[in-house]
């Protein structure tokens, strides 16, 4: 059973650096969500593709911030000029539309560490 | 806007009773609640769920009750065994979309 695979597991770089963390959801899943996640809360939702089209990105989503998910397949979420308020977990989420009332699948996500 | 809330950060029980993790939201739009399980070092996994036609669903030794006028859910895990301690977090969509968590109650089983 291959689940939602996210790499890589940990990063740490500089302020100002440039990162970039990919998922690779479970394969007969075409909707791919990212969330980020900080110490004591929940995952808050930033952007969401079905199939290859990102249908919807939360204000959370600054214009450093950009996510691709080109053949409809894995997902990349790249962060620009990264500043210490970018420090959390990055977590990569899939399911299937159509269905009426899906879970959505989570992986082990990417911790982010700003120095 | 804190949309779904848990407002327990900790709930402590013996092995063997039972876990009540309560959850509270406040946007009547949501059709859809789930509730999902956390160890450190791993993603959410998923544990639960319930439609708002519905006011209880049961999997095992855990149960999810919706109270649709309170606008409450929660969930009962019995009996608890120590395996069970993780974070759990109560999370509400609607259509499936725009899935909103709560910050989370870490649940510790004594054995």
């Known amino acids: 059973d291959t689940g939602v695979s996210q790499n890589p597991r940990h990063k740490i770089t500089k302020r100002g650096q440039n990162v970039t963390f990919r998922c690779d959801p479970i394969?007969?899943?075409?909707?791919l969500y990212w969330y980020r996640q900080t110490l004591g809360q929940g995952p808050e939702f930033l952007t969401y593709?079905?199939?290859?089209?990102?249908?919807?990105k939360s204000r959370l989503l600054s214009d450093r911030f950009s996510a691709e998910r080109p053949k409809g397949s894995f997902s990349t979420l790249e962060i620009q000029r990264t500043e210490q308020g970018d420090s959390a977990m990055y977590l990569c989420?899939?399911?299937?539309?159509?269905?009426?009332?899906?879970?959505?699948?989570f992986g082990d996500g990417t911790r982010l560490s700003i120095l | 806007d804190q949309q779904v809330k848990q407002n327990s950060p900790s709930l402590s029980v013996q092995e063997g009773r039972i876990s009540i993790l309560n959850c509270d939201y406040t946007n009547s739009m949501f059709d859809y609640f789930l509730w999902y399980k956390k160890y450190p070092a791993e993603g959410p996994t998923f544990l639960i769920s319930?439609?708002?036609?519905?006011d209880k669903n049961e999997d095992g030794r855990f149960t999810v009750f919706l109270n649709k006028s309170a606008k409450h859910l929660s969930l009962h895990i019995v009996p608890s065994q120590p395996g069970d301690s993780a974070v759990y977090f109560c999370a509400a969509s609607v259509n499936n979309n725009d899935m909103r968590f709560g910050a989370g109650t870490r649940l510790t089983v004594k054995p």
């Open positions: 319930i439609s708002s036609i519905k």
């Open positions: 394969s007969e899943h075409n909707r």
């Open positions: 989420a899939s399911d299937s539309a159509g269905g009426k009332n899906q879970p959505q699948h």
């Open positions: 593709f079905q199939n290859e089209a990102q249908l919807e």
